[in-house]
T-cell receptor
């Protein structure tokens, strides 16, 4: 069973802090990894894709991938209350099938 | 990012009737689309994978005769909930996969909230 594991949280950080979200995956054949943000009552929104080991930065977001450790993370710098949402980690298998984690709830306190 | 639309955004229907939900990829072609269901405060649940021009692949436990999927073109997939019952009330979300060289990305529509009375 191919799985993507995330801590369900909630993760609570003060406004302006760095929020660190973590994820592990079981399928060593996974080549593509994604972070989605889902606000309550809304559908998921793709915020980051990462395919190679290392860091990928986009604005306040940095995705980190370590294939040897089968670990993916998302850092959110200067966290804002509007970042409060559930963050879904996902891994793409060799057949382009996406396996989603259950999500981590993030609360950013003003 | 890419745009996926879904229609209707919400629908209320009576028990026993059928409801059709449309999913369109607006600015890319999607040979594969996915249908998910999500109950309040629960995780996404993949219902089926829809491939253009062929039959959909349903996940275990999902009734294919109840949830009819048609992927008529590279930009359109439809989900029909037949003989809907109150327990089918849920948030239905479609997703489209965009291939990019040797990788891909998957984009979600805004979802359809179905209430069966």
């Amino acid at each position: 069973q191919k799985e993507v594991e995330q801590n369900s949280g909630p993760l609570s950080v003060p406004e302006g802090a760095i929020a660190s979200l973590n994820c592990t995956y079981s399928d060593r054949g996974s080549q593509s990894f994604f972070w989605y943000r889902q606000y309550s009552g809304k559908s998921p929104e793709l915020i980051m894709s990462i395919y190679s080991n290392g860091d990928k930065e986009d604005g306040r977001f940095t995705a980190q991938l370590n294939k040897a450790s089968q670990y993916v993370s998302l850092l959110i710098r200067d966290s804002q209350p509007s970042d409060s949402a559930t963050y879904l980690c996902a891994g793409g298998t060799g057949g382009f099938k996406t396996i989603f984690g259950a999500g981590t709830r993030l609360f950013v306190k003003a | 990012g890419a745009v996926v639309s879904q229609h209707p955004s919400w629908v209320i229907c009576k028990s026993g009737t059928s409801v059709k939900i449309e999913c369109r990829s607006l600015d890319f072609q999607a040979t594969t689309m996915f249908w998910y269901r999500q109950f309040p405060k629960q995780s996404l649940m993949l219902m089926a994978t829809s491939n253009e021009g062929s039959k959909a692949t349903y996940e275990q436990g999902v009734e294919k005769d109840k949830f009819l999927i048609n992927h008529a073109s590279l930009t359109l997939s439809t989900l029909t909930v037949t003989s809907a019952h109150p327990e089918d009330s849920s948030f239905y979300i479609c997703s489209a996969r965009r291939l990019r060289d040797t990788t891909y990305e998957q984009y979600f529509g805004p979802g359809t909230r179905l209430t069966v009375t």
